[in-house]
């Protein structure tokens, strides 16, 4: 049986040969088609996670259960010709999250059918993370990195049976590979971050208890194999998005916890929210030991700024016609307004100052809106609106990287090809960084 690809990462870091992949957090069909259209002009394989409150046995906020995610990618890499073998799928924070406001029984039996079902339909990179309170745990005091073990081991055993089972219809399929840990805010960002919120990297020796902690945890549980197949610890490099763009990588501050990893021969450790690091930064974590760069709310904020320039270059186009117009910007704010549960615990500020993040923030907590009727429907007025293609003076004023792309023969003046390729902008700072073409099956 093969190994599976991601834990070439580990050979490869521990040669100091800088490779790593980085992993679409991300639900959005602009987002998925542009990371699969690139990884097939680069031949670089394509990482995509699903979150446990983006996907999960009730449908998630997507309305899509495992399986039904799966075949929502594959449809998409069918239509550009992606190769399936390179295709990775990932489920991420796979825990008791969901479930926190239950009592640990029920909690964890929602989290072990959860990772049965993502295991079943085909997921190879599993990351667990137990590290939430549930409703029985003591308010009073911190959860203990060893009932944090405990928890997760017991999601590990039920992963590698369903595994087993999986064997039974399909032979061929690949042992998952699983992170562990989770220094990092919950899946859809922090509550009512502050642009003057310090993050502290990750204290070495919280690392090394986390590590020892759940090592032993599996050995208590006999599971040899599975641990054997830990590939990546979560940590705090010290990254963080926000609403006005990140917290910027400074190896300086992250030495010692970098350092630390090259004792360990089987692990890197993996980063998530590393959305909106410079190119520079973005190669040193790769380069320091961070072999997974987690990346969701940089890409669909991309999705967003193409489709916001073409409402723009719509506007002006049309004013002053009888043509009807897709009033995108309008449309997506005003679903927003409607249903504020994804975006008013996490935007602070005066009125005005909250109306700009719901169209600005890098977080950018309108892609929980896309996917609604409305929406879609304006989208498709406004591609149709463009369907002869975007005037050239109104791409160069709106989009002029794009307009450069299509003067030079490089992407057609279609409007969804100039929305992918507003987003193929920010996965070359990340095929940069990481070298996986290496990867490359």
Known sequence: MKNHPLKKIVTYQKKNDPVGIYSVCSANAFVIKAALRRGLQTKTPVLIEATSNQVNQYGGYTGMKPKDFKKFVFDIAKEENFPPENIILGGD?????????????????????????????????????????????????????????????????????????????????????????????????????????????????????????????????????????????????????????????????????????????????????????????????????????????????????????????????????????????????????????????HYTGTPQEIALKRKYSFSDRSRYYMPTKNVTNSIKILFNNFKEGVPLNLLSQFMPIQYTKIRDGLIKNKPEDIVVDRIVNTIDEYLQATNQQKLWI
């Open 93 to 345: 924070h796979l825990g008791p999250l969901t479930w926190a406001s239950l009592n640990e029984k029920e909690a964890m039996e929602e989290a072990s059918k959860l990772i049965e079902l993502y295991i079943l339909a085909g997921y190879t990179k599993i990351h667990i993370d137990t590290s939430m309170k549930l409703n029985d745990d003591d308010n009073n005091t911190t959860l203990s990195t060893e009932i944090i073990a405990k928890r997760g081991a017991t999601l590990a055993e039920i992963a590698q049976k369903a595994y087993k089972e999986l064997l039974k219809s399909n032979p061929n399929a690949i042992a998952p590979v699983y992170i562990v840990g989770s220094e990092v805010p919950i899946p859809g960002g922090a509550i009512a971050k502050t642009d003057n919120t310090e993050v502290q990297v990750t204290k070495v020796e919280d690392f090394k208890a986390t590590y020892d902690t759940f090592k032993k945890a599996f050995n208590e549980k006999n599971l040899n194999d599975a641990w054997e197949n830990v590939i990546g610890i979560v940590v705090q490099p010290g990254v963080e998005e926000k609403d006005t763009g990140c917290t910027e990588y400074d190896r300086n501050k992250a030495k010692d916890l970098m350092n630390s990893i090259k004792k360990y021969n089987n692990i890197f450790f993996e980063g998530h929210s590393t959305d909106y690091q410079t190119k520079k930064a973005l190669k040193e974590l790769v380069e320091d030991g961070v072999g997974v760069l987690k990346v969701g709310p940089g890409l669909t904020f991309a999705a967003r700024e193409a489709l916001f320039a073409l409402a723009f270059a719509e506007k002006e186009q049309f004013k002053n016609t009888n043509v009807k117009q897709s009033n995108f910007i309008e449309i997506l704010d005003k679903e927003m307004l409607k249903n504020p549960v994804n975006w008013q615990k």
